[in-house]
């Protein structure tokens, strides 16, 4: 996500804190005001090959490398992500710190919901429409009693069904 130096989009907070239309009204308006947006991703089999460091910073790298042009500066929020191939400054809650950190993560979490919303209908079991993938206990019971899709993390997900996780 590159924005404009001074560009505020109004609305634009921590993902996290965001309802789900919220996140959507506000990512229209941060792709209207935005220089350029790239989103990068990492395949199931990439997480489960490399770990999810791993494949994240093969995400960003993938984003930034479709920007139509180098960005001045590149934010990522926590710690630094060896692997990711750019110099980049890291910030700690950088969604609540950093607005174009905040701006990338809505639309971020948009497509994800998108994605889910999309693949749901073909695993109706899992709720994906409402969870949007993340193990709330619906979906733990769902992974019991219907055990993994090709799109869940083997690495992640047998674990937590050999381990009876619940919380």
């Known amino acids: 996500m590159v924005l404009p130096k001074g560009v505020f989009i109004e609305g ?3 993902s ?5 239309e919220t996140r959507r009204r506000v990512a229209v ?4 005001q935005a220089v350029a947006a790239s989103l990068g991703a990492a395949s199931v089999r990439e997480i489960d090959r490399n770990n ?8 960003m790298t993938r984003a930034l490398s479709h920007l139509p042009f180098a960005p001045d500066q590149v934010v990522v ?11 980049h400054e890291a910030v700690v809650g950088g969604d609540g710190l950093v607005h174009s950190i905040a701006c990338a993560s809505i639309v971020a979490k948009v497509c994800r919901d998108r994605l889910m919303t999309r693949l749901a209908p073909r695993y109706a079991e899992y709720g994906w429409e409402r969870n949007m993938g993340y193990g709330t206990p619906s979906h733990r019971q769902a992974l019991r009693a219907c055990g993994l899709t090709p799109h869940h993390r083997r690495s ?7 381990l009876g996780f619940e919380g």
């Open 29 to 32: 308006e941060i792709h209207a």
């Open 77 to 87: 929020d926590g710690l630094p992500m060896r692997g990711v191939e750019w110099e």
């Open 156 to 162: 992640f997900g047998l674990l937590q069904l050999e």
């Open 16 to 20: 996290k804190l965001l309802d789900v």
């Open 12 to 14: 634009a907070d921590d």
């Open 52 to 59: 999810i460091l791993r494949a994240t910073a093969l995400a």
